[in-house]
């Protein structure tokens, strides 16, 4: 399982790289971190329920643990909850 820490601003051009970067565990199970997120944008929440998305349809596991105070307020404004982060996968 892959662990990756997201970052402390995930905003467009965070969410790009972030992309990126989960382009290349894709397939693979993920846990991702939250705690150093600070500040998050709608861009980055739809990019984060795309790669859920994107990994069930793969049939592998993700996962975003460690939700600090402030992300955790903006998923609430937006009417997401922290639990449509997670995909189980099949193995």
């Given amino acids: 399982m892959t662990a990756?820490?997201?970052p402390e601003t995930l905003d467009r051009k965070a969410a790009s790289?972030?992309?990126k970067a989960l382009l290349t565990h894709?397939?693979?199970d993920i846990v991702l971190d939250a705690a150093p997120v600070r500040k998050l944008g709608a861009i980055g929440v739809e990019l984060l329920i795309a790669a859920r998305l994107q990994w069930q349809n793969d049939g592998a596991g993700f996962e975003?643990?460690?939700?600090p105070d402030a992300a955790l307020q903006v998923l609430d404004r937006i009417g997401a909850a922290?639990?449509?982060f997670q995909a189980g996968g099949a193995r």
């Fill in 17 to 19: 790289e972030l992309s």
């Fill in 82 to 84: 922290p639990e449509i």
């Fill in 64 to 67: 975003i643990r460690n939700w």
């Fill in 4 to 6: 990756l820490p997201l």
């Fill in 26 to 28: 894709r397939g693979a």
